[in-house]
């Protein structure tokens, strides 16, 4: 299926069955375990290695995407599809672009509902453990889309930007309504409410760049975490925290 994705795809086209990878640093990360500094109990080790085991039971990765025509722009603003997006910088970051690409990533509603259960049960250690694992997976997911969409482009003759999110260096949180009406979740379950939060949580939301002169690695060298062993373009060895 993910052969299939198009990086220009005018429709949104949704993905499913990816195969996802959750790295321990990355879960122990969102524990407030600072790598190589704290070191995990064999306890905490052993809580990490269940919690991962049943994570693996309710996660189910999809991804829904959708690229438009960029029709303005400024220093800190992209027009596309009849949004106007208010993005500091994004001019100096992303350089010119032809498109911008709008997806959604989530590892579904399963796992929040056995995290409930947990708690529900006085399982504390183990839920907060797997509500980790949660946010390590759909972390891992949208680096994936990344990965999946830089390698659609190269296909395709263009360039794709690093991701970025709303709420995030000082995109206003509030154009999640933009970005959903720009690629609604609706094809694989994500919602946004009126405080513009998805359900289930553990979704992420994102908007790259597409041009051929399209800056990439404005934020982190994509190929440092990227999963593809064999890519003739590699511009940097992988030295991956999240490991496929
Ligand atoms: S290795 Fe680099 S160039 Fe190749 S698909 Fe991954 S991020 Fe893109």
């Known amino acids: 299926m993910t ?3 198009s990086v220009l795809s005018p429709t949104p086209a949704v993905l499913e069955g990816l195969p996802l990878a959750i790295d321990r640093d990355e879960v122990l ?38 690229a438009i025509a960029v029709t303005g722009g400024g220093a800190d603003r992209l027009d596309a599809g009849g949004e106007r997006l208010h993005v ?3 001019s100096r970051l992303w350089g010119s672009i032809e498109a911008v690409g709008a997806g959604i990533c989530t590892v579904g ?14 399982e504390f250690p183990l839920a907060v453990m797997l509500d980790s694992v949660g ?3 759909v972390e ?12 659609a482009g190269l296909h395709a003759g263009t360039k794709v930007t690093n991701r970025i999110s709303p709420g995030y260096a000082g995109w206003d949180t509030a154009e999640q309504a933009a970005l959903f009406r720009l ?5 694989i379950g994500v919602h946004l409410n009126d405080a513009c939060f998805m359900t289930p949580v553990k979704s992420i939301s994102w908007l790259v760049g ?14 440092a975490r990227c999963w593809m062993r064999d890519c003739t373009y590699r511009r940097a060895p992988a030295r991956a925290t999240v490991h496929r």
């Open 3 to 5: 052969a299939a994705l």
């Open 29 to 66: 990360r969102f524990q407030g375990y600072k790598k190589d500094v704290d070191v995990p109990t064999p306890q905490v080790l052993a809580i990490f290695e269940e919690a991962l085991a049943i994570g693996r039971r309710f996660i189910a990765p999809r991804v829904v995407y959708r």
């Open 88 to 90: 500091p910088q994004i």
């Open 109 to 122: 509603e399963a796992l929040e509902a056995e995290v409930r259960r947990l708690f529900d049960a006085r």
């Open 135 to 137: 946010s390590a997976a």
């Open 140 to 151: 891992s997911l949208a680096e994936y889309a990344n990965d999946l969409l830089c390698q």
């Open 183 to 187: 690629c609604p979740g609706d094809p």
């Open 210 to 223: 597409i041009g051929a002169e399209a800056r990439v690695d404005h934020y982190f060298t994509q190929c």
